[in-house]
């Protein structure tokens, strides 16, 4: 046991345990003990699964909490290995941007960038991202290279959700469902209640998902609400009381589309004015001075038109609010 325990010296904080905490001399002597037990009982003890880190993954993770600042979060102050620095930025420092990281993809147009912003994100949150030496060896290599680049991204404050809100804008160009830029906040806020979950494992893919779903939702609402408002103004216009205000009001609605009229010279206009009121009306007598249409000044007619329906209404509001209601 001795012996093993020597020869083990050389491992000290080489060696980590299943949470990516180097095992100093204490624990590994610790861990000798236990692997005898195990021997000895013949039982299996699960505190004996260590892993080694490469060299690649050490320097990752010293350059993730150098550009990224990790050990300033609260209780990181000792991130001692890549799965610390992993763990790190994708539920901490990503949880306080409040924004993915590939967001900053969005956010430059060095096309290198992106690429590195990329391998980070696929470092931070692949699983398997240990089988893919070539991923790990290059991003280390790319990150030296764009440092100064990397590090200038990075101080803007605002960086992360401009990118994201120029990646939401892109996507509603993508998608043919139009956003205008006073309503990319309100888009991510609709957006954040379909992805949910972790900020730092949001994918592109499900962002996109989730903005198609969101906007889809909003124009089903405004559909129903004008379908709404189109019934609701269909059943005021078939009524028959009013009050002594509603006349005055809709005098004054009347009196402004007459103006209107008045100004209008190109008879397309007028036609097509003549058919929507066709389309939408309910009332016989619009109908009927419609179908008695001469060869006359079609802007005259409509003037006609607009002033039989205001004596129409008019007499029979006038009529109800003399009877008191």
């Known amino acids: 046991m001795g012996m093993v325990a ?21 624990h590994i002597a610790d861990a000798v003990i236990k692997m005898f037990q195990a021997w000895e009982s013949d039982k299996v003890n699960n505190t004996l699964n260590f892993m080694f880190e490469t060299k690649e993954s050490g320097e990752l993770c010293r350059l993730f909490v ?21 763990w790190a930025l994708t539920h901490e420092y990503i949880t306080e941007k409040g924004f993915p990281l590939w967001s900053l993809k969005h956010a430059t147009n060095f096309d290198n960038l992106r690429g590195l912003i990329d391998n980070i994100v696929k470092i931070s949150t692949e699983k ?16 030296k290279q764009l440092k100064f680049e990397l590090k200038e991204l990075l101080k803007h404050t605002n960086a992360f959700k401009e990118g994201f809100s120029a990646f939401v804008m892109g996507v509603a160009i993508e998608k043919g469902l139009p956003l205008k830029e006073d309503e990319v906040d309100e888009a991510i806020a609709g957006m954040r209640k379909h992805l949910g979950g ?6 592109e893919e499900e962002a996109r998902n989730a903005y198609v779903i969101w906007r889809a939702q909003l124009l089903e609402e405004k559909r129903r609400r004008q379908e709404e408002e189109i019934r609701r103004q269909q059943a005021n216009d078939m009524r028959t009381e009013y009050t002594a205000s509603e006349i005055d009001k809709l005098n ?47 802007s005259v007619y409509i003037l006609l038109l607009w002033d039989n329906i205001a004596k129409f209404q008019t007499l029979k509001m006038t009529h109800k609010c003399s009877l008191g209601i």
């Open 6 to 26: 020597f020869a083990m010296r050389k491992y000290v904080k080489q060696i980590f345990d299943t949470n990516g905490k180097p095992l100093d001399a204490t």
């Open 66 to 86: 150098q550009n990224f600042r990790l050990n300033e979060l609260k209780g990181y102050n000792d991130i001692s290995s890549l799965t610390d620095a992993r």
């Open 128 to 143: 398997d991202f240990r089988n893919q030496p070539h991923l790990m060896s290059q991003t280390l290599a790319e990150i």
């Open 198 to 203: 972790d900020i730092g494992y949001w994918s």
């Open 252 to 298: 004054q609605r009347k009196a402004a589309a007459i103006a209107k009229v008045k100004q209008i010279k190109d008879a397309d206009i007028v036609k097509a004015i003549l058919e929507k009121i066709i389309e939408k009306t309910n009332n016989s007598l619009v109908i009927s001075l419609i179908k008695t249409l001469h060869l006359i000044n079609i």
